[in-house]
């Protein structure tokens, strides 16, 4: 069977692999630059092409609230937000995880207000990074739609019942126009299956109650549970980019090495960047420099030990954020790889690059130049500066 | 769930759901309250308004009297205390029990 590729930008293709699924309930409200992403669903909601519930409601919060309701209620339930969105949301985002409900969000990321930006980094997922949800970071439009397809499995997975952000870069992925090749929609549906709700409020024979008064008593041990769910989620994460790729031919693991295993020298990095960083790795890898990439699909749970396997052999690395932790050592992708490669026998030289806030571009020119000042480190055998800001004028 | 032992994180339901109905008198209140109600059962006119007010169901009636209080129920919150019409109930310190 011949491929079918299709050009369509990033919100496009998550809308697509959206109607695919066919949620029993999709609250959104439209925020840039999500906002192509849900009117393009709601198209298919009003032409009849999905069986989704579509709630149109007046506030993220109010968004996320009710797909906390909805999901309770026993359906599969989906929703979509950006930056200030993700941050309106934010109880609600807590208590989607702790009531361990499988709700999958795509979110297109967004500099977080204030100046007000509209502008790619990743500074609201960023900030969620410590409630519970499972977060994929997706670096092309394929990849979006292929992580939403996967995050509904994984979300639902048993042993895990816990929620999934699928993310992709604000503009970068979300409006440029991409070759994305959609799976068949009989393939995707017998994929994700028919949806196994647990305790549905619903099921009036099965009473339950969601969200009773939890104290010193018992808090404790839920939040345990979770720890617990999170960490298993990563092997479901594997079992099912395995099983994905069996329906697409297309390879999604816990990240994706390029030019790694014998490289001296590598970068870390998320999402559209990671795209720009294998163009400079070829460039250099044709002049004869032993230069790698390691690219992160999964930031939570962190898999540091495949992280400290893949990355202990270099000598420096660089490690990428599209986001600060003010007052913090360095930026949050920083601060758990340098914390996981303690784990390490042989620790590499590392550095920190903060870039690309609001939309500021890194381009291979910027790419080019953390090798070389990669290259410097190695040759003096320390790092001079620790963490740095990359493409900022002074 | 029984409060006769505090269970492990791999024992309870998860998320925290309550998921069996009307179990709430599993869950032994009496543990939060720090003053506790003591009728005087000469002045107590069996009049029953303590019983209507106890939103923990802490008064124990048969036979159209007030026969004791659950205190493994009761929070101590005084409601009984305060709607008493002849103040037959005293609320005294958990600590005057504990010497
Ligand atoms: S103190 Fe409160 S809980 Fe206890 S018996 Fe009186 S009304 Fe009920
Ligand atoms: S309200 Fe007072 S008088 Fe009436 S039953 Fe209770 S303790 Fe007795």
């Known amino acids: 069977m011949s491929k079918k590729i299709t050009a369509l930008t990033g919100n496009e293709a998550v809308a697509y692999a959206i109607k695919q699924i066919n949620p029993d309930v999709m609250a959104a409200y439209p925020i840039t630059p999500q906002t192509a992403l849900v009117q393009k669903f709601s198209e298919y909601v009003a032409d009849g092409l999905v069986d989704t519930e579509f709630i149109t409601v007046e506030s993220e919060h109010s968004a996320m609230s009710a797909c906390v309701g909805a999901a309770a209620a026993g359906g599969r339930v989906m ?246 932790s003010f007052g913090g050592f360095g930026g949050p992708l920083f601060t758990e790889i340098r914390s996981a490669l303690l784990e390490s026998e042989k620790i590499p030289q590392n550095v920190n690059y903060i870039y690309g806030l609001g939309g500021r571009d890194i381009n291979q020119v910027d790419i080019t130049s953390i090798y070389a000042d990669l290259e410097n480190i190695v040759k003096k055998g320390k790092v001079e500066e620790r963490i740095k800001y990359l493409g900022v004028r002074e | 769930m029984s409060n006769t032992k505090n269970l492990g994180w791999k024992e309870i339901p998860e998320g925290g759901l309550i998921i069996e109905a009307g179990n709430a008198a599993k869950y032994e209140t009496g543990s939060w309250r720090s003053v506790r109600p003591v009728r005087d059962e000469k002045k107590c006119t069996n009049c029953l308004i303590c019983w209507v007010y106890c939103p923990d169901s802490s008064i124990l009636v048969s036979d159209g009297k007030i026969k004791n209080i659950d205190y493994s129920h009761c929070k101590g919150c005084g409601i009984c205390a305060t709607e008493c019409p002849v103040k037959a109930i005293e609320m005294v310190d958990e600590k005057e029990f504990n010497k």
Request: charged share 25%; proline share 4%; aromatic share 8%.
């Open chain 1, 79 to 324: 929703t979509a937000t950006s930056a200030n969105g993700l941050a309106l949301m934010f109880e609600i985002v807590y208590i989607a995880a702790s009531n361990r409900l499988p709700i999958v969000m795509s979110v297109v990321n967004r500099a977080l207000s204030a100046p007000i930006n509209i502008h790619c980094d990743h500074s609201d997922t960023m900030g969620a990074r410590d409630s519970g949800w499972i977060q994929l970071y997706s670096e092309n439009a394929q990849e979006a739609y292929d992580n939403t397809i996967q995050a509904i499995r994984i979300a639902e997975h048993m042993e895990v019942r816990l929620p999934v952000m699928v993310m992709q870069d604000g503009f970068i992925t979300s409006h440029g126009i991409d070759c994305v090749e959609f799976i068949d929609d009989e393939k995707v549906t017998k994929f994700i299956g028919k949806y196994q709700p647990r305790y549905p409020l619903l099921d009036v024979n099965h009473p339950v109650t969601y969200g009773p008064l939890d104290l010193y008593d018992y808090y404790f041990e839920h939040k345990r549970q979770q720890a617990e769910a999170i960490k298993k989620s990563q092997k479901v994460v594997v079992e099912v980019g395995n099983e994905f790729k069996q329906i697409s031919g297309r390879e999604y693991g816990l990240f994706e090495e390029y030019h790694l295993s014998d490289a001296e020298r590598a970068i870390v990095a998320l999402s559209s960047t990671a795209g720009t960083a294998k163009q400079v790795v070829d460039e250099l890898r044709a002049k004869g420099e032993k230069v790698g990439l390691l690219k992160l699909r999964l930031f939570r749970p962190f898999p540091y030990q495949e992280i400290i396997q893949a990355l202990s052999h270099l000598k420096a690395i660089a490690i990428l954020d599209r986001s600060d």
